[in-house]
């Protein structure tokens, strides 16, 4: 195993933000399994989160959610997660749990609502100018269900003007990323189906509106990596939600559906300049954990997404392009593959001892006592936003 000192380099710097509802409790619409130790407030979310980049020093941002991670004194909690070694990352709006949304927020025909969901970002706004955020990330609930039951094209141009009133807002360091998601909870049309879209959006809005690829957002045998590849050589791939899915939404590990997407995907975010000092590129996990345990579930994914981008920084370049230059499918296929088939675990379990961290993290959480001392403090932990 051996990468170039640029691999290595973009390694040494990958960082990957965890979301603070990960560690609440999550579950299907059938049933929310709660989990002994779950988080009741969202310091201890920041607590939790703090123990996955202790173990893994992969992870040293957490995105919050607004209102589900509602706090009186941003500041104050910024002030808290550095003590525990984080930072506050990507604020994600929330439109998707008001009655007043039912049939729309940013789209919705009537003013009065449009203004209350605009009015909730700019709140969202505040917020990162407290805690020090960048980004702004906005996933929309808005669309139909049935033919005929809005106007596509209506619904488009009102958000539009929504977006345009947002990111006006914005403090010059400030990024609007906006989430696509081709279908749920409208099965008909979404107002933001697909990247096109909100390509379109955040090029109209102007350089600091970028789009955010969750990976379990398309329709089943899209190729994603191409994607990746299009919205790098655009500009504007500004986040990743990474979660891995059998057949829909399904928010499980990343990395535990199919790893070789996952290294397809790295490969091109590598190609494409996204592991690059400065890239602009936001790793982000969306997870729900439902019946497996969410501290060690976060350490498993974190893990997931730095091995596969090992293995993708492997790939040899110049023998790659030599190969596709000459023509050579079978070969160029074979650099691509071999740098996949690399197990590059033990590697990484000697480069994490070598910085004090533990070869197992996943291991070291469960003999660390941390789950059942949890247990043991923590009771009436909430579901993830609910009950915010
Ligand atoms: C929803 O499907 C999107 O993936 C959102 O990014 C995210 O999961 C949500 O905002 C948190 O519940
Ligand atoms: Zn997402
Ligand atoms: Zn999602």
């Known amino acids: 195993m051996s990468l170039t000192p640029a691999a290595a380099a973009a390694l ?27 988080p009741r407030t969202v310091e201890e979310k920041l607590a939790d989160a703090a123990q996955v980049q202790a173990l893994t ?24 997660a550095d003590d525990l070694g984080l930072r506050l990352g990507t604020i994600n709006s929330n439109t998707f749990q008001d009655d007043d949304y039912r049939l729309g927020s ?13 009015d909730h970002h700019f709140r969202c706004i505040d917020v990162m100018h407290a805690t020090g955020s960048r980004d702004l ?41 906006l989430e696509y ?39 089943p045998s899209t190729n994603v990596e191409f994607i990746v590849a299009q919205l790098l050589r655009l500009g504007r791939l500004g986040a990743f939600d990474f979660n891995s899915r059998f057949y829909a939404d399904d928010d499980l590990i990343v990395g ?31 997870q729900c954990h439902n019946i497996e345990d969410k501290i060690a579930g976060q350490i498993r994914s974190v893990l997931n997404v730095e091995e596969m981008t090992a293995r993708a920084l492997l790939i040899d370049r110049d023998a790659l392009t030599a190969a596709q230059e000459a023509g050579d499918v079978l070969g160029a296929n074979a650099v691509y593959m071999d740098a996949f ?18 070869r197992d993290p996943v291991a070291a959480y469960a003999a660390s006592g941390y789950a059942e001392q949890i247990a043991a403090e923590r009771v009436g932990g909430r579901q993830a936003g609910w009950g915010a």
């Open 181 to 219: 998601k081709i279908f749920e909870p409208f099965f008909y049309t979404m107002d933001v189906p697909d990247w096109g879209t909100a390509y379109a959006h955040a090029t109209a809005l102007g350089d600091r509106a970028v789009v955010c690829l969750d990976t379990g957002h398309h329709a």
């Open 137 to 177: 990330k906005i996933w929309l609930p808005d669309g139909t269900n049935y033919p005929g039951q809005g106007d596509i094209r209506g619904r488009q141009d009102r958000l539009a003007e929504s977006l345009r009133t947002i990111y006006d807002r914005l403090g010059p360091d400030q990024r609007l990323v």
């Open 341 to 358: 088939w690399t197990d590059v675990r033990p590697w990484l379990a000697d480069r994490r001892e070598e910085r004090g961290l533990p």
């Open 57 to 80: 020093g992969l992870a040293p941002s957490v995105a919050l959610h607004i209102p589900w991670d509602l706090v009186d004194d941003f500041g104050k909690l910024a002030a808290y």
């Open 12 to 38: 040494d710097r990958q960082a990957i933000e965890l979301p603070s509802w990960a560690f609440g409790n999550a579950g299907t619409r059938f049933k929310v399994f709660t989990t002994p130790g779950t």
């Open 106 to 118: 940013l789209t919705h025909v009537d003013p009065a609502v449009r203004r209350k969901a605009v």
């Open 256 to 286: 535990a559906a199919d790893p070789f997407q996952l290294f397809r995907i790295l490969a091109e975010v590598v190609r494409g300049g996204g592991m690059d000092a400065g890239s602009g590129v936001q790793f982000m996990l969306d």
